[in-house]
């Protein structure tokens, strides 16, 4: 019988288990992935751009070579330190099913087994589900909902359909890496500086912009995606004229949401985000982040923390109050 299962080994699942063991929590996380997965599968090369004191766990120990750490940086920060503090997580371990046996039992079964905890944490990612456009063509080979690297599309005729920082990064390291692109988007989304409507990024928009001037980017203001064909992509533009665009590759970066079902399952009630763009997130009590489902739990970023300084700063509040709460429980 464990105190607390964590879902999720992302910077939240990470905060939460160094916490549960400065506890002396007897506590197990289970990882579907990788240790830090969600930081696996950003752009290869990718520079993050927080500060490393919004990233790191202890003060001073994330000294990436310039002001901001790169992907492969936080990615080894992680696991290293994973490693260094010796926390218990479980990697390539899914968790198919949670049931609530009692009020102070779970059963959590995975590809592996069944475990028993007094405690559930959800720390998963937010990126489970690409968000899809819904077009004819959607589903043919040359089509990716994610972005790696660019030097397969380098020479190609590459479009990129979509208007966040995701697909503004990706637009911008393939008209810089030698792929003909047109960036496909939004004319709102293009003119938009509110950083809380989920716009480009001004260090992200400005390097865009340069190679807009340079003729290595094409940005197409579009009002719609009308159909992706083997050699062409058909797009209507705000001017409602449709057009052809000789193609090879397309990137829908629309967004990506969370999955959900184990939460549902478990009777967890669901609301709409605080800001749209991110769909529907768990209720939860603002201060101890517990669901209606007393013992279940929420952090990271499919709350509405949606950066990961509130991913790592959320385990650091709510775990005290876990231990408390497994205290009084013990004590009866």
Same mark, same amino acid.
């Given at each position: ?52 004191? &919004? ?10 070579i310039r002001e901001k750490p790169t992907r492969e940086e936080l990615l080894s920060y992680y696991v290293r330190f994973v490693l260094e503090k010796g926390l218990r997580i479980n990697t390539e371990e899914k968790v198919e099913e949670v049931e609530r046996l009692s009020d102070e039992v779970f059963s959590v079964k995975t590809t592996r087994g069944e475990y028993f905890t007094r405690k559930v944490l959800f720390a998963i990612g937010a990126m ?59 004319? +709102? ?56 665009? &000789? ?9 990506? +949401? ?46 509405? +923390? ?27």
């Open positions: 019988m464990f105190d607390l299962i964590i879902v999720g080994a992302g910077p939240a699942g990470i905060s939460a288990a160094w916490e549960a063991q400065k506890l002396g929590l007897d506590y197990l996380v289970i990882e579907k992935g990788l240790i830090a997965n969600t930081i696996y599968n950003y752009p290869i090369g990718l520079t993050v751009f927080s500060t490393p004191n &919004e990233l790191e766990l202890i003060e001073g120990q994330l000294k990436p489970e589900h690409p968000k899809r456009l819904g077009v004819p063509g959607e589903d043919l080979p040359k089509v990716y909902h994610t972005f790696r690297e660019t030097y397969p599309f380098v020479r190609k005729k590459v479009m990129v359909v979509g208007g966040g920082n995701s697909a503004g990064e990706a637009a911008l390291f393939l008209a810089q890496e030698g792929a003909e692109t047109t960036l496909a988007i939004f004319r +709102e989304d293009w003119e938009n500086t509110d950083p809380k409507k989920g716009c480009i990024k001004y260090w992200v928009k400005q390097p865009l912009q340069e190679q807009l001037e340079r003729g290595c980017l094409q940005v197409f203001f579009l009002k719609r995606v009308v159909e992706i064909r083997n050699e062409e992509v058909v797009l209507e533009g705000e001017d409602g004229v449709v057009y052809a665009f &000789e193609n090879d590759f397309v990137f829908v970066l629309i967004g990506a +949401e969370a999955d959900l079902t184990l939460l549902k399952r478990l009777g967890v009630r669901m609301r709409p985000s605080k800001n749209p763009k991110y769909g529907e997130v768990p209720v939860y009590d603002e201060e101890t982040f517990e669901t209606n489902i007393p013992g279940v739990y929420v952090a990271g970023h499919f709350t509405e +923390e949606k950066h990961i300084a509130g991913a790592i700063k959320v385990p650091r509040r709510i775990l005290p109050k876990i231990a408390e709460s497994l205290s009084l429980c013990k004590s009866i």
